[in-house]
């Protein structure tokens, strides 16, 4: 990738806008979703961006040492990882001492799961289904994406061809902020229904592929848009999950032939 992609955001936007920048590679072809993406952040960025972000998480947060929590994760972790074409990055698995229904991964592949969220799952194929939908945001490079966009809209860039509109990318939100407030409140800001709908796809095919059953990503889901407004749900504020989403899913696992 060209070191021009190193410097910081405020000189990346200055060049872009003076012209000095170009974004050679600014459409990327996504094989795993099988279009193309706006690319304006490049790997190391968003690399560089995860790593503050989960030593953040490590020192701000509780990590459980509990073997019944974090065995369970890594042994689940593990195997989604390999089948879901990620196996070089470096895989880390924390569950984070807290109630809250909540669970995330990072674009470097480290993942908090936390204590509340593993609660209430029954089946390790409940929690494939989660890690399956969060590593299908990786695998679609979403955060990346989505950070691209808003640094294309913020420079009032035109981008031809590129069908910014039809993404419903919130714009106010900066990949910082994503990394960095929304790891400080344990959340990442939401993704565009697109992504959300990409990631679900993908999820089932990695916890097919891992040999789970993919009648467990019914049950998550369907669980998830019930789940009472009292408990801290986080998980389901930046998943919504509703009939449309859960509609596509099933769609997906009967044309696939999973069930
Ligand atoms: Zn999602």
């Given at each position: 990738?060209?070191?021009?992609?190193?410097?910081?955001?405020?000189?990346?936007?200055i060049g872009l806008a003076a012209g000095t920048i170009v974004p050679l590679a600014g459409c990327a072809d996504n094989a795993a979703l099988g279009r193309n993406q706006l690319m304006l952040v490049s790997q190391a960025e968003i690399e560089r961006l995860s790593a503050t972000a989960w030593r953040d998480t490590l020192q701000?947060?509780?990590?459980?040492?509990?073997p019944a929590y974090t065995r369970r994760l890594e042994r689940v972790g593990t195997r989604m990882a390999e089948t879901s074409g990620l196996s070089h990055l470096d895989w880390e698995f924390a569950v984070i001492?807290?109630?809250?229904?909540?669970?995330?991964?990072?674009?470097?592949?480290?993942?908090?799961f936390y204590k509340g969220l593993m609660d209430i799952v029954e089946t390790d194929g409940h929690i494939a289904t989660i890690m399956g939908h969060e590593m299908g945001h990786v695998a679609g490079r979403h955060a990346a994406e989505r950070a691209s966009q808003q640094r294309a809209a913020q420079m009032g860039m035109q981008i031809v061809g590129m069908a910014l509109q039809t993404q419903g990318v919130d714009?106010?939100?900066?990949?910082?902020?994503?990394?960095?407030?929304?790891?400080?409140?344990?959340?990442?800001?939401?993704?565009?229904?697109?992504?959300?709908?990409?990631a679900d796809r993908l999820g089932i095919d990695y916890m097919v592929g891992a040999g789970y059953a993919a009648r467990d990503a019914m049950d998550v889901w369907?669980?998830?848009?019930?789940?009472?407004?009292?408990?801290?749900?986080?998980?389901?504020?930046?998943?919504?999950?509703?009939?449309?989403?859960?509609?596509?899913?099933?769609?997906?696992?009967?044309?696939?032939?999973?069930?």
């Open positions: 990738m060209s070191k021009k992609f190193l410097l910081d955001r405020r000189e990346l936007v701000r947060q509780r990590v459980l040492n509990d001492d807290s109630d809250l229904v909540n669970a995330w991964v990072l674009p470097n592949g480290k993942v908090a714009y106010d939100a900066d990949m910082a902020a994503a990394l960095g407030a929304g790891i400080q409140y344990g959340v990442i800001l939401p993704y565009s229904r697109e992504h959300e709908f990409e369907l669980a998830m848009s019930t789940l009472h407004q009292d408990r801290a749900l986080e998980f389901t504020s930046t998943h919504p999950s509703d009939d449309a989403r859960i509609a596509a899913m099933r769609a997906h696992i009967e044309a696939m032939g999973y069930i």
